[in-house]
T-cell receptor
């Protein structure tokens, strides 16, 4: 069966450190993978997209890697800030259809 | 530019009652999606519209759920009758023509069925 697994535990880190989130998948062949941020009481907000032929993507303090052999994506938040505290969702795309993981909650301590 | 608008934001109903959710997508976005999000889980697609046509409703429980997008702009999702297990957040999203890799989500409607 198809499965998307993100860090099962919430992540608590000190301000300024790097947060690394994991997204593993089985029985998918995604054309691309996305990462979203979701704050309590709000809908997900698109952050980054990485395609199957790309290894790494960066946007400001965010970095995403995509290893189709390992079936894994890593999402890094460098120089983390308390404002980065949120739940981060990975989503695998097959054409238009997104399949989401359950998310990892990140808390950045000042 | 206004984002995706949803109403109501919260709804509490008794089981077996009907309920409806409304969504207005970003202006010019021809693709509209309805998702369901349970607590602690990611969103799950219920239905996708291209203009007024439902092009994927395979995950919509058609015995009690229905949706419409009559003029290819705003959309309504209905549940009749609601069950306890329908308590969740219902999210609407939209994307532009040719840019379905970027979906913009609304704030969602939190439904509680008592």
């Amino acid at each position: 069966s198809q499965k998307i697994e993100q860090n099962s535990e919430a992540l608590n880190i000190q301000e300024g450190k790097t947060a690394t989130l994991t997204c593993n998948y089985t029985n998918y062949s995604p054309a691309y993978l996305q990462w979203y941020r979701q704050d309590p009481g709000r809908g997900p907000v698109f952050l980054l997209l990485i395609r199957e032929n790309e290894k790494e993507k960066r946007k400001e303090r965010l970095k995403v890697t995509f290893d189709t052999t390992l079936k894994q994506s890593l999402f890094h938040i460098t120089a983390s800030q308390p404002a980065d505290s949120a739940t981060y969702l990975c989503a695998l795309a097959d054409d238009y259809k997104l399949s989401f993981g359950a998310g990892t909650t990140v808390t950045v301590r000042a | 530019e206004a984002g995706v608008v949803q109403s109501p934001r919260y709804k509490i109903i008794e089981k077996k009652q009907p309920v409806a959710f409304w969504c207005n997508p970003i202006s010019g976005h021809n693709t509209l999606y309805w998702y369901l999000q349970n607590l602690g889980q990611g969103p799950e697609l219920l239905i996708r519209y291209e203009n007024e046509e439902a092009v994927d409703d395979s995950q919509l429980p058609k015995d009690r759920f229905s949706a419409e997008r009559l003029k290819g702009v705003d959309s309504t999702l209905k549940i009749q009758p609601a069950e306890l297990g329908d308590s969740a957040v219902y999210l609407c999203a939209s994307s532009a023509r040719g840019e379905t890799d970027t979906q913009y989500f609304g704030p969602g409607t939190r439904l509680t069925v008592l």
